[in-house]
C-alpha cells in the first residue's frame, strides 16, 4: 500500500513539475543560425512530419512561427492543376524555458530540444 502512495505521488509530482516548466515558455526567435542549428531544426521538422521539407536559411529568425504547407498538385505539363488543397498547413511554435529553444508541434503539443541553436525571446 505505502509503495502504491509513492508511485501516486511521484506520478504526479513529475506531472505538475512539467506543467509548471511549460508556464515558463516564451516566443522566442533563432539568433546566429549556424549549419548546426539549420541542421538539428531541419531534422525535428522532418521527423516530425515524417518527410523531407525545404526549409529557408533564415527559418524562425524573425518569427516564433513556422507555417508548412504542401505545394499544390501540378499537372503533366507543370502547370498548377485544378482545384486546390483543403488540407491545413502545419505549424510549428519556437518558445524559450530557460537555455533551451523548443520547438512545438501545434497538432499535438509535442515539444522537441533544438540542440545546437541559439534562440532569444520574440519582442
Not at 533563432?30 to 531544426?41: G, K, Q, V, Y
Request: proline share 4%; glycine share 4%; net charge negative.
Amino acid at each position: 500500500m505505502r509503495s502504491l502512495l509513492w508511485m501516486f505521488v511521484a506520478t504526479f509530482g513529475v506531472v505538475g513539475c512539467q506543467t509548471v516548466a511549460m508556464g515558463n515558455d516564451k516566443p522566442a526567435r533563432i539568433t546566429d543560425p549556424s549549419d548546426e542549428s539549420r541542421a538539428a531544426l531541419q531534422q525535428t521538422v522532418n521527423a516530425a512530419l515524417n518527410t523531407n521539407v525545404t526549409l529557408a536559411d533564415d527559418a524562425l529568425t524573425n518569427s516564433s512561427l513556422l507555417i508548412i504547407e504542401r505545394a499544390m498538385p501540378r499537372s503533366m505539363d507543370g502547370s498548377p492543376a485544378q482545384g486546390r488543397t483543403m488540407e491545413m498547413p502545419y505549424q510549428f511554435r519556437l518558445v524559450i524555458n530557460g537555455d533551451d529553444c523548443i520547438l512545438i508541434d501545434q497538432r499535438d503539443e509535442s515539444r522537441h530540444v533544438l540542440q545546437d541553436t541559439s534562440c532569444i525571446a520574440a519582442e
